[in-house]
């Protein structure tokens, strides 16, 4: 059984940073895609960033020069680091990974809160 744990979120200023980690565990043959998403209250889920196996990496345009995604293939992990933080930040962000294991299929972690208030 594959799982993503997620760790990182909690509540910063604006301006401020945080690093969100995700880990990948179990019967895990190969991870594509890995990636970061968040979800506002009363909004839909949004695509924050997301890293290839191979390193190339796509971002939000809200997010581009301040978020940094990036991934350790020999740890199954990937993290987010987040600079200057805006209060729109705010949301609960989850991790997504597309892995093959007994097929090839999309895993979310749990998701973790990430809060930007003074």
């Known amino acids: 059984q594959v799982q993503l744990v997620e760790s990182g979120g909690g509540l910063v200023q604006p301006g401020g940073s945080l690093r969100l980690s995700c880990a990948a565990s179990g019967s895990i043959f190969d991870i594509r895609n890995m990636g970061w998403y968040r979800q506002a209250p009363g909004k839909q889920r949004e695509l924050v960033a997301d890293?290839?196996?191979?390193?190339?990496?796509n971002y939000k345009d809200s997010v581009k020069g301040r978020f940094t995604v990036s991934r350790d293939n020999a740890k199954n992990t990937v993290s987010l680091q987040m600079n200057s933080l805006r209060p729109e930040d705010t949301a609960v962000y989850y991790c997504k990974a597309l892995i093959r294991d007994s097929g090839l299929r999309s895993y979310w972690g749990q998701g973790t809160q990430v809060t930007v208030s003074s």
């Open positions: 890293i290839t196996k191979g390193g190339t990496t």
